[in-house]
Nanobody
Framework: QVQLVESGGGLVQPGGSLRLSCAASGSIFSINAMGWYRQTPGNQRELVANITSGGSTNYLDSVKGRFTISRDNAKNTVYLQMNSLKPEDTAVYYC??????????WGQGTQVTVSS
């Protein structure tokens, strides 16, 4: 199994920045890709950004140019740098790991609130 522990959420004003971290442990050798999803109450989780084992990245259109996903392989950690935050970015953010022949792994979720 892959275990994911998230940190870095909090309350920030519009235009501010946060950096989310996701540390993976367990069967980390089996991970193909990691990403960040977000969810608001009553809504579907949406993919915000992901990064593959080869280093390719993808972003939700609404966060392009503001968010950056990165990876530190030595620390088995993925980051999401969020700049120019908007109120509509408010959500619970979940780290995700896709591994070979395993169900997706999820972090516990971290709340990001963007408010004046």
């Amino acid at each position: 199994q892959v275990q994911l522990v998230e940190s870095g959420g909090g309350l920030v004003q519009p235009g501010g920045s946060l950096r989310l971290s996701c540390a993976a442990s367990g069967s980390i050798f089996s991970i193909n890709a990691m990403g960040w999803y977000r969810q608001t109450p009553g809504n579907q989780r949406e993919l915000v950004a992901n990064i593959t084992s080869g280093g390719s990245t993808n972003y939700l259109d609404s966060v392009k140019g503001r968010f950056t996903i990165s990876r530190d392989n030595a620390k088995n950690t993925v980051y999401l740098q969020m700049n120019s935050l908007k109120p509509e970015d408010t959500a619970v953010y979940y780290c995700n790991a896709r591994a070979v022949e395993q169900p997706d792994s999820w972090g516990q979720g971290t709340q990001v609130t963007v408010s004046s």
